[in-house]
């Protein structure tokens, strides 16, 4: 079953400037792959990813970015919902995000554990699918 | 019949004086009235330092071409080169071109170099200016290059631009060595970049392909 999760925090401003520090970066142009290594972590506005390594897969024309794929441990901090989860594939032409492996979502006092986030940034709309619990105004500490 | 004659002949013998004399004037003027001659600026030539010149021996625009192992042409040209302490040289202005047979050019300028033929190493030093085929423009202090090899080492700090993005790492290392020959760039020693996407309308773009 699927819970229906409200994004609002996570809303993205497109325009917004990307910082992005890690310890190494590799960038392929023939895979049109770039890969960060490391501590990643990427500013977009009040969103914050952290991960120890991030993918950044570009389109067929090389410029513009398709994918960002964060793996082996990912949390996104926004202004009012923090989401953890092992693994995290963001997509930018349609501003899809997928996030899998344990996630827990945390917005404000209740706290949403399931297997899978599927979250539409644009329009700050989500589904938590498999297995979901729902926690409210628990102790910080209690996880599923 | 005869007074005629006499003056002619009379006006010959004057004629026969006066027209030589007139010779002799004309052509002493030649040498009287000539320009002076200043035998000092009559050879232009260079200032150049002679002694200077023989004491080190160099060459002007110094080439050396040369085909790396992943077959990219390697063309070192540079504006002089002289003989260093040891079997290499170094070089001013260099200027370094590194050309795959697709035909994307990475360029480095500097300003000196020393190149080591025998060991078949090449370093550029000072005001390191890199520009990849990708489009980046990068800048450093060193930069390092094998000779048969297409691999460009930066050790130290270097920095980066390309439209909307700007970056700086510990160091760098560029080879050739992805799929289809391109090149891979892999920045090391903490990575810092900032990107600007150009149009607010363009989805939120992270990095763009160097």
């Known amino acids: 079953q699927g819970t229906s999760v409200g994004f609002s925090g996570l809303k993205q401003d497109p325009g917004a400037p990307v910082e992005v520090t890690s310890e190494t970066l590799s960038i392929d142009r023939d895979a049109g792959l770039a890969i960060l290594e490391g501590e990643v972590l990427v500013i977009q506005g009040e969103m914050r990813?952290?991960?120890?390594?991030?993918?950044?897969?570009?389109?067929?024309?090389?410029?513009?970015?398709?994918?960002?794929?964060?793996?082996?441990?990912?949390?996104?901090?926004?202004?009012?919902?923090?989401?953890?989860?092992?693994?995290?594939?963001?997509d930018v032409a349609t501003g899809g995000l997928v996030m899998s492996g344990d996630v827990l979502l945390t917005q404000g006092p209740s706290t949403i554990a399931g297997e899978r986030l599927v979250a539409d940034l644009r329009s700050g709309t989500g589904r938590m699918e498999g297995r979901v619990k729902t926690l409210f105004n628990t102790e910080p500490k209690a996880g599923n | 019949m005869r007074k005629r004659d006499k003056a002619h002949s009379r006006l010959v013998s004057l004629l026969k004086v006066g027209l030589p004399l007139t010779a002799l004037a004309l052509l002493s003027t030649v040498f009287l009235l000539a320009r002076t001659l200043d035998p000092e600026d009559a050879l232009p030539w260079a200032t150049v330092d002679i002694e200077e010149l023989l004491r080190d021996p160099r060459l002007t625009a110094p080439q050396y071409a040369g085909v790396t192992e992943e077959g990219d042409e390697i063309l070192f040209t540079a504006a002089r080169a002289w003989?260093?302490?040891?079997?290499?040289?170094?070089?001013?202005?260099?200027?370094?071109?590194?050309i795959s047979p697709a035909g994307e050019e990475t360029r480095a300028v500097a300003e000196t170099a020393r190149i080591e033929p025998t060991a078949g190493e090449l370093t550029l030093q000072t005001a390191v200016q890199l520009t990849t085929a990708g489009g980046y423009l990068m800048t450093t202090e060193k930069l390092d290059l094998k000779l048969d090899r297409s691999a460009l080492t930066a050790p130290g700090e270097i920095r980066a631009e390309a439209p909307g993005t700007?970056?700086?790492?510990?160091?760098?290392?560029?080879?050739?060595?992805?799929?289809?020959?391109?090149?891979?760039?892999?920045?090391?020693?903490?990575?810092?970049?900032?990107?600007?996407?150009?149009s607010a309308s363009s989805p939120s773009a992270p990095p763009s392909a160097p």
């Open chain 2, 166 to 198: 700007q970056l700086e790492a510990g160091s760098m290392q560029l080879t050739r060595t992805g799929a289809k020959g391109g090149e891979v760039v892999v920045f090391k020693g903490g990575v810092r970049l900032l990107y600007q996407p150009q």
């Open chain 2, 83 to 98: 003989p260093g302490a040891a079997t290499g040289a170094h070089a001013a202005e260099p200027v370094l071109r590194l």
């Open chain 1, 49 to 90: 990813l952290t991960a120890p390594r991030v993918e950044v897969i570009y389109g067929t024309e090389g410029q513009q970015i398709k994918e960002i794929h964060a793996q082996g441990g990912v949390t996104i901090v926004t202004a009012a919902d923090a989401a953890e989860a092992r693994e995290a594939r963001y």
